[in-house]
């Protein structure tokens, strides 16, 4: 399969869309402009990073979902399969704390019923700004905020977290997993990846890790979505040098756009 590096895919609503193979792209999200890049390790068409965007039936809701499965084949499609019917079944919920409870049961190895797997889910309200997001075990997204101009990691005891009147924000019973909320500003970006990304190895043996990929971060253009997200898979190509990719690789990049004229918030 070609990589649709020069495609821009606008989700309609209801719609759903990702998966596991070969791909690169830009999409139009309700509220923000997005990048994906998904490289399965070579030569295997299909890899064990799994992710999907969707939009809500009214427009206003976006849904990211990045996973990453520990397996391949028949597991992999299997854990999929489950992630998107769980997806499509809470589409038009931005309140995502059952979204969660059903995955810890059927997905995410709750009970031992399925396979390892870490996932980031995160539901962006565009008339607000606000951004809802749940960590299963996933590395952190680097954040840039624009007002500060400045890049972090972000965590869900982030001091930055803003409460939400009747969300379960904080832990979500039955489940090991929380639900943070964080206001995000015009020309904000989000970068969520894979492990294939942070454990990159170097010629000498050195691993990029969080920190490593931080600084990368520090140097990358902010003006768009794609540009981060190229920037970076660039950049730590730098870092490793001669030595190959070890793992799949996913990138899903965001950034706010402004609000269109005449919208208001909720």
């Known amino acids: 399969m070609v990589a649709e590096t020069d495609q821009v895919y606008r989700l309609a609503c209801l719609e759903l869309r990702g998966g596991n193979h070969l791909a690169e792209y830009r999409a139009e999200l309700p509220g ?48 999929a399969l489950r992630l998107h019917d769980a997806l499509r079944q809470h589409v038009d919920h931005w309140d995502q704390s059952m979204l969660i409870r059903q995955l810890n049961d059927s997905f995410l190895g709750g009970a031992g ?27 952190p997204p680097l954040w840039y905020r624009a007002a500060a101009r400045e890049w972090s990691l972000m965590y869900d005891s982030t001091p930055l977290s803003k409460e939400i009147l009747d969300l379960p924000l904080g832990l979500i019973a039955g ?22 990304i942070s454990e990159s190895w170097d010629e000498s043996g050195e691993q990029l890790g969080l920190e490593g990929l931080l600084s990368l971060a520090r140097n990358l253009p902010t003006e768009s979505a794609a540009a981060a997200g190229q920037d970076l898979l660039s950049a730590v190509q730098r ?12 990138v899903v990049a965001l950034q706010r756009l402004p609000q269109p004229f005449g919208e208001t918030t909720h």
């Open 32 to 79: 923000l402009a997005g990048w994906v890049s998904c490289r399965p390790l070579h030569p295997s068409p299909r890899g064990g990073d799994l992710y999907y965007m969707s939009a809500c039936s009214e427009g206003v809701i976006a849904r990211v979902a990045l996973a990453d499965i520990a397996g391949h084949g028949e597991i992999v499609s299997s854990a």
């Open 175 to 196: 489940t090991s997993y929380s639900q943070t909320a964080v206001q995000l500003d015009v020309g904000d970006l989000l970068l969520l990846y894979t492990d294939g």
């Open 239 to 250: 870092f490793r040098g001669a030595m190959p990719a070890a793992d799949d690789e996913t």
């Open 113 to 139: 019923k399925g396979p390892y797997a870490t996932a980031f889910l995160g539901s962006f309200y565009s008339g607000s700004g606000e951004l809802l997001f749940t960590n299963a075990g996933h590395l």
